[in-house]
């Protein structure tokens, strides 16, 4: 069983950063990030492999950074120069074989003047 828990969601000003946190308990491969703007679908946002390798979407690409630590069995996304249409909820994901889709709860993020 899986288990994940995000945080780090708040209020920013554009242009600021943020730093989620998931916490992820049991045993995991590949994990993303995707992120629900108001009254759209969620979207990919960031994934890291069990190797280390990582993709982003194109709106994201350098600006966030998603990194894991396999010894606090965490996942991390920084965002930096955050945009208003960054405002959602983020939530933290994995897939299994057996087992299927695993989601947190999310944490909110609102970029606002």
């Known amino acids: 069983q899986v288990q994940l828990v995000e945080s780090g969601g708040g209020l920013v000003q554009p242009g600021g950063s943020l730093k989620l946190s998931c916490k992820v308990s049991?045993?995991?491969?590949?994990m993303d990030w995707y992120h629900q703007a108001p009254g759209k679908q969620r979207g990919l946002v960031a994934t890291i492999t069990s190797s280390g390798s990582t993709n982003y979407a194109d709106s994201v690409k350098g600006r966030f950074t998603i990194s894991r630590d396999g010894a606090k069995n965490a996942v991390y996304l920084q965002m930096n120069s955050l945009k208003p249409e960054d405002t959602g909820v983020y939530y933290c994901?994995?897939?299994?074989?057996?087992?299927?889709?695993?989601w947190g709860q999310g944490t909110r993020v609102t970029v606002s003047p």
């Open positions: 994901h994995t897939q299994k074989i057996i087992g299927g889709h695993y």
């Open positions: 049991g045993s995991v491969d590949t």
